[in-house]
């Protein structure tokens, strides 16, 4: 998945403007990633039907529930880019406050151990992962690896 709809929607699932953080969590789930289905917008990880959580596809909302979560999907936090592994998760929060707007998946990494990363919003395909070509980067870039893990 993290390679099969990186450049257009995948029709069984919602659409959004800013779609990164769907897109990534469609990856997740394809990838064997359980659904936490609560019912709540603000609980859990999941989309059905025209419902979906905060987790789901904002950026700031899958960051921490990969933080916090216990159980099904969670991600492990690594201090490195270099530590992460196809199919791990990065956040990044552009102006450094504290929101995070940007999440992407790793998909390989080149010669030097460097990820490369998948996304969408601004499509893009096996880009080098710190997005300092992108007109969001700002010097104050902050960002959270998580390698996933499923339990």
Known sequence: MRNAWWNDYNP???????????FISQCLH????????????????WTEG????LSWT?????????????????????ATAQELQPGDVICYDFTGDGR???TTMVVAKDENNE??????????????????????????IKYKFFRIVVI
């Open 12 to 22: 069984i699932y919602n659409k959004f403007t800013d779609n990164c953080t769907n």
């Open 30 to 45: 394809a990838g064997g990633a359980p659904m936490n289905r609560t019912g709540q917008k603000s609980k859990g990880w």
């Open 115 to 140: 990820p490369l990363v998948n996304a969408q919003t601004v499509n893009s395909r096996m880009r080098y992962w710190s997005y300092e070509d992108s007109t969001a980067w700002t010097p104050e």
């Open 58 to 78: 904002v950026a700031h909302s899958l960051r921490w529930y990969l933080s916090g979560s216990t159980s099904g999907l969670r991600g492990e936090e690594k």
């Open 50 to 53: 025209a419902s979906w959580s």
């Open 100 to 102: 995070w707007q940007h």
